[in-house]
Protein backbone atom coordinates (compact mmCIF):
# COMPACT_ATOMS: atom_id res chain seq x y z
CA UNK A 1 0.00 0.00 0.00
CA UNK A 2 1.85 3.25 -1.51
CA UNK A 3 0.57 6.78 0.17
CA UNK A 4 0.10 9.38 -2.11
CA UNK A 5 1.97 12.90 -1.30
CA UNK A 6 0.36 15.58 -2.91
CA UNK A 7 2.29 18.81 -2.87
CA UNK A 8 1.51 22.05 -1.52
CA UNK A 9 1.61 25.00 -3.49
CA UNK A 10 4.92 27.04 -3.29
CA UNK A 11 4.59 29.30 -0.22
CA UNK A 12 7.26 31.84 1.88
CA UNK A 13 7.63 30.40 5.79
CA UNK A 14 9.41 32.96 7.91
CA UNK A 15 10.89 31.25 11.07
CA UNK A 16 11.01 33.72 14.13
CA UNK A 17 13.41 32.06 16.64
CA UNK A 18 14.92 30.41 13.71
CA UNK A 19 18.08 29.53 14.89
CA UNK A 20 16.22 28.33 18.62
CA UNK A 21 16.02 24.74 19.71
CA UNK A 22 12.24 23.67 18.50
CA UNK A 23 13.43 25.12 14.88
CA UNK A 24 16.71 22.99 14.98
CA UNK A 25 15.25 19.75 16.36
CA UNK A 26 11.44 19.95 14.90
CA UNK A 27 10.46 21.80 11.98
CA UNK A 28 13.64 22.32 9.61
CA UNK A 29 14.49 19.01 10.06
CA UNK A 30 10.58 18.31 9.50
CA UNK A 31 10.53 20.85 6.33
CA UNK A 32 13.95 18.81 5.08
CA UNK A 33 11.65 15.63 5.56
CA UNK A 34 8.76 17.09 3.12
CA UNK A 35 10.99 18.35 0.62
CA UNK A 36 12.88 14.71 0.18
CA UNK A 37 8.97 13.42 0.19
CA UNK A 38 8.42 15.74 -2.82
CA UNK A 39 5.32 17.65 -0.71
CA UNK A 40 7.42 20.96 0.14
CA UNK A 41 8.11 22.86 -3.59
CA UNK A 42 11.76 23.63 -4.80
CA UNK A 43 10.30 27.06 -4.99
CA UNK A 44 9.09 27.65 -2.20
CA UNK A 45 11.58 29.34 0.56
CA UNK A 46 12.13 29.15 4.38
CA UNK A 47 13.35 32.55 6.03
CA UNK A 48 15.14 32.16 9.29
CA UNK A 49 14.50 35.04 11.35
CA UNK A 50 16.06 35.78 15.01
CA UNK A 51 18.13 38.16 16.62
CA UNK A 52 21.62 36.29 15.75
CA UNK A 53 24.04 37.94 13.44
CA UNK A 54 23.83 35.07 10.60
CA UNK A 55 23.93 35.29 7.24
CA UNK A 56 22.34 33.43 4.79
CA UNK A 57 25.47 30.63 4.38
CA UNK A 58 25.65 30.73 7.97
CA UNK A 59 22.18 29.68 8.34
CA UNK A 60 22.24 26.90 6.15
CA UNK A 61 25.22 25.50 7.94
CA UNK A 62 23.46 25.93 11.37
CA UNK A 63 20.53 24.14 9.17
CA UNK A 64 22.30 21.33 7.97
CA UNK A 65 24.51 20.59 11.25
CA UNK A 66 20.92 20.54 12.97
CA UNK A 67 19.46 18.06 10.22
CA UNK A 68 22.76 15.72 10.78
CA UNK A 69 22.74 16.08 14.94
CA UNK A 70 18.93 15.47 14.95
CA UNK A 71 17.23 13.97 11.45
CA UNK A 72 19.55 10.47 12.16
CA UNK A 73 22.36 9.54 9.97
CA UNK A 74 19.32 8.37 7.14
CA UNK A 75 18.11 12.09 6.58
CA UNK A 76 21.61 13.91 6.74
CA UNK A 77 22.82 11.10 4.08
CA UNK A 78 19.97 12.41 1.64
CA UNK A 79 20.83 13.75 -1.62
CA UNK A 80 18.50 16.46 -1.70
CA UNK A 81 20.08 18.47 0.85
CA UNK A 82 22.24 20.75 -1.42
CA UNK A 83 18.99 21.53 -3.29
CA UNK A 84 16.85 22.15 0.42
CA UNK A 85 19.29 24.48 1.26
CA UNK A 86 19.61 26.72 -1.71
CA UNK A 87 15.50 26.91 -0.16
CA UNK A 88 16.93 28.77 2.79
CA UNK A 89 17.57 32.60 3.62
CA UNK A 90 18.46 34.27 6.31
CA UNK A 91 17.20 38.21 8.25
CA UNK A 92 18.41 38.91 11.52
CA UNK A 93 15.59 41.07 13.47
CA UNK A 94 14.69 42.63 16.64
CA UNK A 95 11.37 41.74 17.66
CA UNK A 96 11.12 44.77 20.21
CA UNK A 97 12.98 47.76 17.46
CA UNK A 98 13.63 48.15 13.53
CA UNK A 99 16.26 46.06 13.15
CA UNK A 100 15.92 44.06 10.26
CA UNK A 101 12.18 44.89 9.27
CA UNK A 102 12.59 46.50 6.27
CA UNK A 103 15.01 44.00 4.91
CA UNK A 104 12.27 41.27 5.64
CA UNK A 105 9.37 42.91 3.89
CA UNK A 106 11.74 43.37 0.77
CA UNK A 107 12.27 39.56 0.61
CA UNK A 108 9.14 37.95 1.43
CA UNK A 109 7.69 37.22 -1.94
CA UNK A 110 3.79 38.71 -1.31
CA UNK A 111 2.07 37.16 -3.71
CA UNK A 112 2.91 33.32 -2.54
CA UNK A 113 1.28 31.69 0.52
CA UNK A 114 3.07 33.78 3.51
CA UNK A 115 3.17 32.13 6.97
CA UNK A 116 4.75 33.14 10.45
CA UNK A 117 6.23 30.78 12.65
CA UNK A 118 6.31 32.55 16.31
CA UNK A 119 8.94 29.98 18.00
CA UNK A 120 9.29 32.30 20.05
CA UNK A 121 8.27 33.22 23.87
CA UNK A 122 4.27 33.98 24.17
CA UNK A 123 5.93 37.98 25.55
CA UNK A 124 7.07 38.54 22.30
CA UNK A 125 3.41 37.25 20.30
CA UNK A 126 2.17 40.79 20.14
CA UNK A 127 5.38 43.11 19.26
CA UNK A 128 5.83 40.51 15.71
CA UNK A 129 2.13 40.64 15.10
CA UNK A 130 1.98 44.45 15.48
CA UNK A 131 5.42 45.14 13.38
CA UNK A 132 4.17 42.08 10.47
CA UNK A 133 1.02 44.82 9.83
CA UNK A 134 3.04 47.85 9.84
CA UNK A 135 6.12 46.30 7.58
CA UNK A 136 2.97 45.19 5.11
CA UNK A 137 4.39 41.72 5.51
CA UNK A 138 1.06 40.52 6.74
CA UNK A 139 -1.87 40.65 5.04
CA UNK A 140 -5.58 39.18 5.50
CA UNK A 141 -4.27 36.22 3.29
CA UNK A 142 -1.02 35.42 5.77
CA UNK A 143 -1.00 32.61 8.72
CA UNK A 144 0.53 32.82 11.85
CA UNK A 145 1.28 29.87 13.89
CA UNK A 146 1.94 30.18 17.69
CA UNK A 147 3.31 27.83 19.87
CA UNK A 148 2.53 26.96 23.72
CA UNK A 149 2.20 27.66 26.84
CA UNK A 150 -1.31 29.59 25.43
CA UNK A 151 -1.19 31.73 28.33
CA UNK A 152 -0.99 30.49 32.25
CA UNK A 153 -4.42 30.78 33.33
CA UNK A 154 -7.52 32.31 31.87
CA UNK A 155 -6.80 35.78 32.71
CA UNK A 156 -3.29 36.00 30.86
CA UNK A 157 -4.94 33.10 27.93
CA UNK A 158 -7.40 36.01 27.36
CA UNK A 159 -4.96 39.00 27.01
CA UNK A 160 -3.05 36.71 24.47
CA UNK A 161 -5.80 36.24 22.53
CA UNK A 162 -6.41 39.94 22.60
CA UNK A 163 -3.09 40.60 21.21
CA UNK A 164 -3.33 38.31 18.74
CA UNK A 165 -6.99 39.45 17.30
CA UNK A 166 -5.46 42.91 17.43
CA UNK A 167 -3.85 42.09 14.24
CA UNK A 168 -4.91 38.73 12.21
CA UNK A 169 -8.39 37.21 12.53
CA UNK A 170 -9.12 33.89 13.87
CA UNK A 171 -9.03 31.90 10.68
CA UNK A 172 -5.19 33.13 10.63
CA UNK A 173 -4.19 32.16 13.42
CA UNK A 174 -2.82 28.05 13.83
CA UNK A 175 -2.64 27.29 17.90
CA UNK A 176 0.16 24.13 17.37
CA UNK A 177 -0.39 21.48 19.81
CA UNK A 178 1.67 18.24 18.46
CA UNK A 179 0.00 15.81 19.70
CA UNK A 180 -2.81 16.59 17.40
CA UNK A 181 -0.66 16.05 14.60
CA UNK A 182 0.51 12.06 14.87
CA UNK A 183 -0.82 10.03 12.81
CA UNK A 184 -2.64 7.68 15.66
CA UNK A 185 -4.43 11.08 16.77
CA UNK A 186 -5.89 10.98 13.22
CA UNK A 187 -6.55 7.52 13.24
CA UNK A 188 -8.79 7.46 16.11
CA UNK A 189 -11.30 9.75 14.53
CA UNK A 190 -11.49 7.77 11.38
CA UNK A 191 -11.20 4.51 13.93
CA UNK A 192 -14.55 6.44 15.71
CA UNK A 193 -16.28 8.09 12.29
CA UNK A 194 -15.53 5.47 9.69
CA UNK A 195 -16.46 2.27 10.74
CA UNK A 196 -19.82 1.37 11.80
CA UNK A 197 -18.92 -1.38 14.61
CA UNK A 198 -17.72 1.50 16.63
CA UNK A 199 -20.09 4.39 17.63
CA UNK A 200 -23.13 1.89 18.80
CA UNK A 201 -20.88 1.02 21.98
CA UNK A 202 -18.99 4.21 22.20
CA UNK A 203 -21.09 5.29 25.23
CA UNK A 204 -21.86 4.85 29.31
CA UNK A 205 -24.05 1.38 28.54
CA UNK A 206 -20.65 -0.76 27.09
CA UNK A 207 -17.11 1.65 28.32
CA UNK A 208 -17.05 1.49 31.29
CA UNK A 209 -14.02 3.49 31.80
CA UNK A 210 -11.12 5.49 30.31
CA UNK A 211 -7.71 5.83 31.19
CA UNK A 212 -5.19 8.46 29.59
CA UNK A 213 -1.71 8.31 30.32
CA UNK A 214 1.37 10.23 28.89
CA UNK A 215 4.46 9.47 30.82
CA UNK A 216 8.05 10.86 30.51
CA UNK A 217 11.19 9.16 31.54
CA UNK A 218 13.45 12.25 31.25
CA UNK A 219 13.80 14.45 34.39
CA UNK A 220 12.77 18.55 33.97
CA UNK A 221 16.93 18.83 34.00
CA UNK A 222 17.85 22.06 32.41
CA UNK A 223 14.31 23.45 32.27
CA UNK A 224 13.35 23.02 36.24
CA UNK A 225 13.74 26.71 36.80
CA UNK A 226 10.83 27.23 34.40
CA UNK A 227 9.26 24.23 34.96
CA UNK A 228 8.66 24.99 38.46
CA UNK A 229 6.45 28.03 37.92
CA UNK A 230 4.01 25.99 35.10
CA UNK A 231 3.83 22.37 36.15
CA UNK A 232 2.23 19.20 35.00
CA UNK A 233 -0.87 20.73 34.88
CA UNK A 234 -0.03 23.30 33.27
CA UNK A 235 2.38 22.03 31.30
CA UNK A 236 0.33 18.80 30.02
CA UNK A 237 -2.75 18.46 31.38
CA UNK A 238 -4.16 21.72 29.86
CA UNK A 239 -3.20 21.05 26.39
CA UNK A 240 -1.97 17.61 25.37
CA UNK A 241 -3.98 15.83 27.79
CA UNK A 242 -7.37 17.80 27.34
CA UNK A 243 -7.09 17.83 23.46
CA UNK A 244 -6.60 13.91 23.82
CA UNK A 245 -9.90 13.80 26.17
CA UNK A 246 -11.90 16.14 23.63
CA UNK A 247 -10.85 13.49 20.45
CA UNK A 248 -12.16 10.60 22.82
CA UNK A 249 -15.24 11.99 23.78
CA UNK A 250 -16.44 14.09 21.35
CA UNK A 251 -19.54 13.72 19.37
CA UNK A 252 -19.08 12.96 15.44
CA UNK A 253 -19.08 16.47 13.48
CA UNK A 254 -21.40 17.11 10.82
CA UNK A 255 -18.34 17.46 8.46
CA UNK A 256 -14.71 16.92 8.53
CA UNK A 257 -14.20 20.48 8.99
CA UNK A 258 -11.79 22.68 10.85
CA UNK A 259 -14.85 24.83 13.09
CA UNK A 260 -17.37 21.95 13.14
CA UNK A 261 -14.27 19.50 14.39
CA UNK A 262 -13.53 22.10 16.85
CA UNK A 263 -17.00 23.06 17.91
CA UNK A 264 -16.98 19.33 19.35
CA UNK A 265 -14.26 19.16 20.81
CA UNK A 266 -15.06 22.76 22.77
CA UNK A 267 -18.57 21.13 23.76
CA UNK A 268 -16.50 18.39 25.66
CA UNK A 269 -14.63 20.78 27.49
CA UNK A 270 -17.17 22.95 28.63
CA UNK A 271 -19.30 19.88 29.73
CA UNK A 272 -16.45 18.48 32.13
CA UNK A 273 -17.40 18.51 35.49
CA UNK A 274 -15.09 20.45 38.27
CA UNK A 275 -12.66 18.12 39.76
CA UNK A 276 -12.88 17.24 43.96
CA UNK A 277 -9.43 17.53 45.89
CA UNK A 278 -10.12 13.99 47.02
CA UNK A 279 -10.21 13.30 42.93
CA UNK A 280 -6.37 14.39 42.58
CA UNK A 281 -3.16 13.27 43.07
CA UNK A 282 0.10 15.11 43.05
CA UNK A 283 3.78 14.12 42.95
CA UNK A 284 7.27 15.69 43.17
CA UNK A 285 10.00 12.90 42.28
CA UNK A 286 12.97 12.31 44.61
CA UNK A 287 16.53 12.17 44.37
CA UNK A 288 18.17 8.08 43.60
CA UNK A 289 21.82 7.01 42.87
CA UNK A 290 23.49 9.96 42.51
CA UNK A 291 20.28 11.68 40.44
CA UNK A 292 18.94 15.30 41.54
CA UNK A 293 15.38 15.32 42.51
CA UNK A 294 12.94 17.60 41.46
CA UNK A 295 13.96 20.31 43.90
CA UNK A 296 17.43 19.87 43.29
CA UNK A 297 16.93 20.63 39.85
CA UNK A 298 13.81 22.89 39.90
CA UNK A 299 16.04 25.02 42.64
CA UNK A 300 13.72 25.50 45.06
CA UNK A 301 14.16 23.44 48.16
CA UNK A 302 10.62 24.60 49.02
CA UNK A 303 8.64 23.83 45.68
CA UNK A 304 4.97 22.95 45.89
CA UNK A 305 4.85 22.45 41.91
CA UNK A 306 3.79 18.80 40.39
CA UNK A 307 6.11 16.63 38.13
CA UNK A 308 3.45 14.33 38.10
CA UNK A 309 -0.40 14.72 38.16
CA UNK A 310 -3.39 12.39 38.26
CA UNK A 311 -6.92 12.76 38.33
CA UNK A 312 -10.50 11.59 37.62
CA UNK A 313 -12.82 13.68 36.25
CA UNK A 314 -16.32 13.39 34.46
CA UNK A 315 -18.15 15.09 31.44
CA UNK A 316 -22.07 16.01 32.01
CA UNK A 317 -24.01 14.55 29.44
CA UNK A 318 -25.86 11.67 27.83
CA UNK A 319 -23.27 9.94 26.08
CA UNK A 320 -21.13 9.72 29.14
CA UNK A 321 -22.74 9.87 32.10
CA UNK A 322 -21.24 7.51 34.77
CA UNK A 323 -18.07 6.96 32.63
CA UNK A 324 -14.82 8.05 34.38
CA UNK A 325 -11.96 9.27 33.13
CA UNK A 326 -8.30 8.66 34.15
CA UNK A 327 -5.92 11.03 33.28
CA UNK A 328 -2.05 10.71 34.57
CA UNK A 329 1.15 12.05 33.21
CA UNK A 330 4.48 12.72 35.08
CA UNK A 331 8.22 13.17 34.56
CA UNK A 332 10.89 10.62 35.63
CA UNK A 333 8.73 7.24 35.07
CA UNK A 334 8.88 3.87 34.68
CA UNK A 335 8.61 4.29 30.35
CA UNK A 336 8.08 6.72 27.99
CA UNK A 337 4.79 6.49 26.65
CA UNK A 338 1.27 7.70 25.75
CA UNK A 339 -2.00 5.72 25.69
CA UNK A 340 -5.42 6.35 25.62
CA UNK A 341 -7.20 2.64 26.98
CA UNK A 342 -11.25 2.39 26.08
CA UNK A 343 -12.05 -0.25 28.79
CA UNK A 344 -15.24 -1.99 27.80
CA UNK A 345 -17.33 -2.94 30.54
CA UNK A 346 -17.27 -6.65 31.82
CA UNK A 347 -19.84 -9.49 30.24
CA UNK A 348 -23.23 -9.40 32.19
CA UNK A 349 -23.01 -13.20 32.22
CA UNK A 350 -20.10 -15.58 31.55
CA UNK A 351 -20.94 -18.79 30.05
CA UNK A 352 -17.62 -20.39 30.87
CA UNK A 353 -17.34 -21.59 34.42
CA UNK A 354 -14.35 -21.15 36.59
CA UNK A 355 -12.86 -19.08 33.12
CA UNK A 356 -14.05 -15.14 33.17
CA UNK A 357 -13.37 -13.67 29.87
CA UNK A 358 -11.04 -10.44 30.03
CA UNK A 359 -12.76 -7.31 29.38
CA UNK A 360 -12.15 -5.85 26.10
CA UNK A 361 -9.38 -2.92 25.76
CA UNK A 362 -9.01 -0.96 22.69
CA UNK A 363 -5.86 0.82 23.23
CA UNK A 364 -4.78 3.41 21.25
CA UNK A 365 -0.67 3.94 21.07
CA UNK A 366 0.58 7.17 20.52
CA UNK A 367 4.09 7.08 21.39
CA UNK A 368 6.78 5.61 21.25
CA UNK A 369 5.13 3.01 18.59
CA UNK A 370 1.75 4.73 16.78
CA UNK A 371 -0.68 1.56 16.57
CA UNK A 372 -4.11 0.54 18.08
CA UNK A 373 -4.82 -2.66 19.38
CA UNK A 374 -7.85 -4.33 20.38
CA UNK A 375 -7.92 -6.72 23.21
CA UNK A 376 -10.39 -10.10 22.33
CA UNK A 377 -11.11 -13.13 24.27
CA UNK A 378 -10.41 -16.32 21.77
CA UNK A 379 -10.33 -20.01 22.58
CA UNK A 380 -6.73 -21.30 23.56
CA UNK A 381 -5.93 -23.25 20.54
CA UNK A 382 -5.16 -27.15 20.83
CA UNK A 383 -7.14 -29.59 22.92
CA UNK A 384 -8.04 -29.76 26.49
CA UNK A 385 -11.40 -27.58 26.64
CA UNK A 386 -12.61 -24.31 26.33
CA UNK A 387 -9.60 -22.44 27.81
CA UNK A 388 -9.85 -18.59 27.33
CA UNK A 389 -6.75 -16.48 26.35
CA UNK A 390 -6.83 -12.93 25.54
CA UNK A 391 -5.23 -11.30 22.57
CA UNK A 392 -4.65 -8.46 20.23
CA UNK A 393 -6.07 -6.94 17.01
CA UNK A 394 -3.15 -5.27 16.33
CA UNK A 395 -3.52 -2.34 13.59
CA UNK A 396 0.14 -0.99 14.21
CA UNK A 397 0.92 1.15 10.80
CA UNK A 398 4.08 0.17 10.02
CA UNK A 399 3.17 -3.79 10.33
CA UNK A 400 -0.83 -2.93 8.75
CA UNK A 401 0.24 -0.87 5.94
CA UNK A 402 3.05 -2.91 4.30
CA UNK A 403 6.52 -1.99 3.94
CA UNK A 404 5.98 -0.07 0.88
CA UNK A 405 3.72 2.50 2.70
CA UNK A 406 5.46 5.83 2.90
CA UNK A 407 6.76 6.49 6.21
CA UNK A 408 4.49 8.39 9.13
CA UNK A 409 5.69 11.60 9.18
CA UNK A 410 6.37 13.46 12.27
CA UNK A 411 3.85 15.10 13.49
CA UNK A 412 5.64 18.87 13.23
CA UNK A 413 5.65 18.02 9.58
CA UNK A 414 2.28 17.29 9.14
CA UNK A 415 0.72 20.37 10.67
CA UNK A 416 3.33 23.12 9.09
CA UNK A 417 1.69 21.43 5.81
CA UNK A 418 -1.36 21.80 7.16
CA UNK A 419 -0.98 25.51 8.00
CA UNK A 420 0.29 25.97 4.65
CA UNK A 421 -3.09 24.31 3.16
CA UNK A 422 -4.97 26.40 5.52
CA UNK A 423 -6.57 23.28 7.21
CA UNK A 424 -7.24 24.56 10.91
CA UNK A 425 -8.35 21.02 11.82
CA UNK A 426 -5.90 20.44 13.85
CA UNK A 427 -5.12 23.63 15.81
CA UNK A 428 -6.70 24.88 18.55
CA UNK A 429 -9.66 28.06 18.73
CA UNK A 430 -9.58 30.95 20.81
CA UNK A 431 -12.68 30.07 22.68
CA UNK A 432 -11.35 26.37 23.13
CA UNK A 433 -8.11 27.36 25.19
CA UNK A 434 -10.11 29.35 27.25
CA UNK A 435 -12.45 26.81 27.89
CA UNK A 436 -9.71 25.21 28.50
CA UNK A 437 -8.46 27.19 31.10
CA UNK A 438 -11.91 27.85 32.73
CA UNK A 439 -11.62 24.23 33.69
CA UNK A 440 -8.16 24.13 35.06
CA UNK A 441 -7.74 27.44 37.27
CA UNK A 442 -9.90 26.53 39.96
CA UNK A 443 -8.14 23.13 40.27
CA UNK A 444 -5.32 24.94 40.77
CA UNK A 445 -6.55 27.61 43.23
CA UNK A 446 -8.12 24.91 45.14
CA UNK A 447 -4.78 22.92 45.81
CA UNK A 448 -2.83 26.49 46.55
CA UNK A 449 -5.50 27.55 48.89
CA UNK A 450 -5.36 24.08 50.10
CA UNK A 451 -1.11 24.41 50.60
CA UNK A 452 -1.45 20.64 49.47
CA UNK A 453 2.19 19.46 49.41
CA UNK A 454 3.03 16.71 46.36
CA UNK A 455 3.82 13.24 47.27
CA UNK A 456 7.32 12.09 46.83
CA UNK A 457 7.92 9.16 44.38
CA UNK A 458 10.76 6.85 43.26
CA UNK A 459 12.45 7.72 40.22
CA UNK A 460 11.78 4.68 37.65
CA UNK A 461 8.09 4.49 39.28
CA UNK A 462 4.49 5.29 37.68
CA UNK A 463 3.97 7.78 40.46
CA UNK A 464 3.08 7.93 44.21
CA UNK A 465 1.34 5.36 45.72
CA UNK A 466 -2.28 7.22 46.41
CA UNK A 467 -2.37 7.45 42.52
CA UNK A 468 -2.90 4.04 42.62
CA UNK A 469 -5.07 3.93 45.68
CA UNK A 470 -7.01 6.75 43.13
CA UNK A 471 -7.81 3.75 41.02
CA UNK A 472 -8.46 0.86 43.76
CA UNK A 473 -11.00 3.07 45.47
CA UNK A 474 -13.08 2.78 42.45
CA UNK A 475 -12.28 -1.03 42.09
CA UNK A 476 -10.16 -0.32 38.89
CA UNK A 477 -6.31 -0.47 38.36
CA UNK A 478 -4.09 1.51 35.73
CA UNK A 479 -3.05 -0.19 32.84
CA UNK A 480 1.11 -1.34 32.49
CA UNK A 481 1.86 1.10 29.52
CA UNK A 482 4.87 -0.44 27.42
CA UNK A 483 7.30 1.95 26.18
Not at 213 to 231: F, H, L, N, W
Not at 450 to 477: C, F, I, Q, T, W
Request: net charge negative.
Amino acid sequence: MVSRVIPVEPFELVIFGGTGDLARRKVLPGLFRRFCAGQMPKDARVIGSARTELDRNGFRKMVADSIKEFGGKELASQAELPEFLECLDYVATDARGDKGWAELSAMVRKELVNAFYFSVAPSLFGDIAERLKRHDLADDTSRIVVEKPFGRDLASAEELNATLAKHFKEKQIYRIDHYLGKETVQNLMALRFGNVMFEPLWNGKYIDHIQITVAETVAVGSRGAYYDKSGAMRDMVQNHLMQLLCLIAMEPPAQFAPDAVRDEKLKVIRALQPVQPHEIVRGQYEAKDGQPGYREEAENPRSFTESFIAMKTHISNFRWAGVPFYLRTGKRMATRASEIAVVFKALPHSIFEDNEPDRNVLSIQLQPNEGITMDMTIKEPGPGGMRLVNVPLDMTFAEALGPDAEEVPDAYERLIMDVIRGNQTLFMRGDEVEAAWTWTDPIIEGWTARNDVPKPYEPGSMGPLDAHALMRRDDRNWREVKG
